[in-house]
């Protein structure tokens, strides 16, 4: 509700999608009140549980490789009875990233925000930046999570 009290005119939305709790609630909360507005959900392609249970119609475990976004790993329960059916009700577009998008999102507001920020959290970066998502007029990413290990900061750094 923030988000269309500080920015009435938003269009789209983007988040990490996981286990689809975030969008959920983002879904609830914006397309209830404004339903012409875009929700895109990003997920990793190294475990895209909630995007592969889509496609299949009902939830489905996936096989799970290391990611920057390890946040968005974990699976949406095989039993999963509220957040799969909010997904697919609420969310417009899945896109799924690589590790190179994450990493640019990452890099981004490191070297001109001087934040460090966690793969999942620079998601709707990386895609913007790498143009895999259709912009709106008034956007809004989603930015939180800062919890990223120092190592895989300075193994990013090493690549400058």
Same mark, same amino acid.
């Given at each position: ?20 709790? #975030?969008?959920? +609630?983002? @879904?609830?909360?914006? %397309?209830? &009140?404004?339903?012409?507005? =875009? ?32 946040? #968005?790993?974990? +699976?949406? @329960?095989?039993?999963? %009875?509220? &957040?799969?059916?909010?997904? =697919? ?41 790498? %143009? ?29």
């Amino acid at each position: 509700m923030e988000t269309l009290e500080e920015l009435p005119e938003v269009d789209t939305v983007l988040a990490g999608l996981s286990g689809g709790g #975030l969008h959920s +609630g983002l @879904g609830v909360a914006l %397309k209830k &009140t404004k339903p012409e507005i =875009r929700l895109i959900g990003l997920s990793t392609a190294n475990g895209a549980a909630m995007f592969e249970s889509i496609k299949a119609g009902k939830p489905i475990s996936v096989e799970e490789k290391d990611t920057l976004a390890d946040s #968005l790993l974990g +699976g949406i @329960g095989l039993q999963n %009875k509220y &957040t799969f059916q909010m997904v =697919r009700k609420y969310v417009d577009d899945i896109q799924l990233l690589q590790e190179e998008e994450f990493k640019d999102g990452m890099m981004f507001m490191l070297k001109e925000h001087r934040m460090i920020i966690e793969g999942a959290a620079a998601s709707g970066i990386g895609a913007i930046l790498n %143009k895999r998502v259709n912009l709106g007029t008034n956007m809004v990413i989603v930015v939180t999570g800062s919890s990223v290990d120092i190592s895989v900061v300075l193994n990013l750094l090493k690549v400058l």
